[in-house]
Structures are given as structure tokens and as C-alpha cells.
């Protein structure tokens, strides 16, 4: 399996939406994640695990945690994964559980 893509929005560190071409790396044959303690660094993977498996490992079944706390109410929590295997190509989008206002009504 080749990751080519990831999106996300609403998701751990990030509220706003994100990007990254995992295709950009493929001539440096190698790539390293980096940054700070708290950048979001372990986000980048939790994100590709709920797409591919409807969860994360570390988080324990504890699905609160998913959506970022900095989202308002109506701000929209995603993650979109690209990925190839065995030369076919996959696109998984995944929306954790949240409370949502109501389309009608109250609630």
C-alpha cells in the first residue's frame, strides 16, 4: 500500500483544513515528519489510522478526543485519505462522531 494523500479538518491539533502530498516525496525516496512537542505530529498518523480503521490505537475506543477542540460548532471534522494497492486506487472519508446542530428545528 502507497499513502498519496491526506486531508483533514476539525481533527486533533487542527481545526482548519490540512493538506499533505505524500506523492511530493517521492523522489527524495525518504521523508521525515518533525516539528515541536504538540505540533501534531502523532495527528498526522492518528489520522490515517481512523480512516483506514474507523479508530485509533492510542486513544482507546475514547472517540471524543477525534474532533479538535478548537472547532466551533459548525465547523466540519473530516479526514480524507488517498492511497493505492496493487495498482488500483482508494479513497476513504471518514467524519468522527460529534454533536451537530440540528438542519431543522432545535437540537
Known sequence: MKIRRLRLAGFGPYKDEQRVDFDEFDRDGIFLISGRTGAGKSSILDAICFALYSGIPRYDGRDAQIRSHHCDIDDPSFVEL?????????RIWRTPEYLRPAKRGEG
Request: aromatic letters at 22%; charged letters at 45%.
Open 82 to 90: 488517498e492511497f493505492s494497492l496493487r495498482g488500483e486506487d482508494y
